[in-house]
């Protein structure tokens, strides 16, 4: 079987629902199967050995390749418009991976102090122990990150927008400056998703998600995928094949569903943010609003200038810390407080209990996130309803 091919295949949209898929398949099917089998037997020893060293298409065991979880990886790499992909069992690991994979002791490592906790973790805690030199810049000083970079530089992480602050970072000159000092760039793509950022067309040379979010966009699946250039892909694959943070199918098989209405739940999803950022932007009890849909946005410009939309994701202050957090919560009726995003249900929930819940207050503070601050990943429901209820939940306090 082949894929469909990606020269008739332009539009996000049409990627996001044709893009990946073999053609034809067995039996006339149209859905893309989950292959549960852990391991794929051959009659004739050559033809399995050519699967085995690579020198023919197929499949030997799961933890390695598997046909669903190939069919989803294909469609993320035509929507980014990568060389090549892999995939992992979370977010997580794909980026702890590419990490790992891409590092060793001596490296340097520029980033950026706004990355989502867990990617922050392990830059202040794990690749120390590893004597990997890290260094965290502010965020939205480009001259900062550019001195840093200038000063060494073989791994350049940048995320955009930042989870959960909404930061913007300039993604044509920061790859720019990295490659100049011989950096590998790696972006997360996961907020904006590939509907409305492309990293890799803007210089990066690998571009991650966590496909848990608005990939999958159902809450209902974990797993995490990578794209960029082949060379630096098959290192990542090959430590994730052999470390066994492998995506399962019936995830991908769920990815994959969930990816044919990317296009349509991205677009009422951004529509939703924005409407409730500029609602949320005239409340008095409101103290700030993060989104880069904003033209008060303090990035709104270049914003402007590398994304197709604003995205779904927006954040909130309230005075008061936790304490105004948790008598705020039972009061909203229209979303889950929980730690995820990017689902067709809308989300709220703290740093605190979810994007930074590795950090301690203190961690968190250094950051820049202030404990009153809350994540809004706008669902897909009507949106006038969303703000009546943020409404009345504002007025209870």
């Not at 690749?127 to 200038?150: G, M, N, S």
């Not at 950051?367 to 009153?372: C, K, R, S, V």
């Not at 006038?384 to 007025?395: C, G, S, V, Y």
């Amino acid at each position: 079987m082949t894929a469909r091919d990606p020269q008739h295949l332009d539009a996000p949209g049409t990627v996001a629902v044709w893009g990946g898929e073999p053609h034809p398949m067995a039996d006339g099917i149209t859905q893309v199967p989950v292959v549960h089998s852990v391991s794929f037997g051959y009659d004739d020893f050559d033809e399995w050995y050519g699967v085995a060293i690579g020198d023919r298409p197929g499949h030997i065991y799961s933890r390695n390749t598997n046909p669903t979880v190939d069919a989803f990886e294909e469609k993320v790499r035509l929507m980014e418009g990568g060389q090549a992909v892999t995939s992992a069992a979370t977010g997580m690991a794909a980026i702890s991976n590419t990490l790992y994979a891409l590092l060793r002791p001596g490296k340097r490592v520029v980033s950026v102090k706004d990355t989502y906790g867990g990617t922050s973790k392990i830059f202040t805690e794990f690749l120390p122990q590893y004597d990997v030199d890290v260094e965290l810049c502010d965020t939205t000083d480009a001259d900062a990150i550019e001195a840093a970079i200038a000063a060494g530089c073989d791994l350049l992480y940048l995320e955009t927008p930042t989870n959960p602050t909404l930061k913007i970072i300039d993604l044509e000159r920061l790859t720019a400056a990295g490659h100049d000092a011989g950096a590998i760039v790696v972006v997360d793509n996961t907020f904006a998703t590939p509907i409305n950022q492309n990293p890799l067309a803007l210089g990066a040379d690998l571009v991650i998600h966590s496909a848990t979010k608005f990939l999958g966009g159902h809450a209902d699946a974990l797993g995490g995928v990578v794209v960029g250039r082949e060379d630096l892909i098959e290192r990542i694959y090959h430590y994730r094949e052999i470390n066994g943070a492998t995506l399962h199918p019936e995830a991908a098989y769920l990815l994959l569903r969930g990816m044919k209405t990317l296009h349509l739940r991205v677009e009422r999803q951004q529509a939703n943010a924005q409407r409730i950022a500029e609602f949320l932007e005239q409340q008095e009890q409101v103290t700030v609003v993060n989104y880069p849909g904003l033209p008060s946005h303090p990035q709104h410009e270049i914003a402007r200038k590398q994304m197709r939309g604003f995205g779904g994701m927006l954040s909130f202050g309230l005075d008061g810390g936790l304490d105004t957090v948790a008598r705020f919560f039972p009061k909203l009726r229209l979303s889950h407080a929980a730690a995820n995003l990017g689902s067709v249900e809308t989300i709220v929930a703290p740093p605190a209990t979810a994007s930074h819940v590795e950090c301690t207050p203190e961690e968190r503070a250094a950051l820049g996130i202030p404990e009153g601050l809350l994540r809004y990943s706008a669902g897909i429901e009507d949106v006038d309803d969303l703000i009546e209820d943020l409404r009345q939940a504002l007025a209870s306090l």
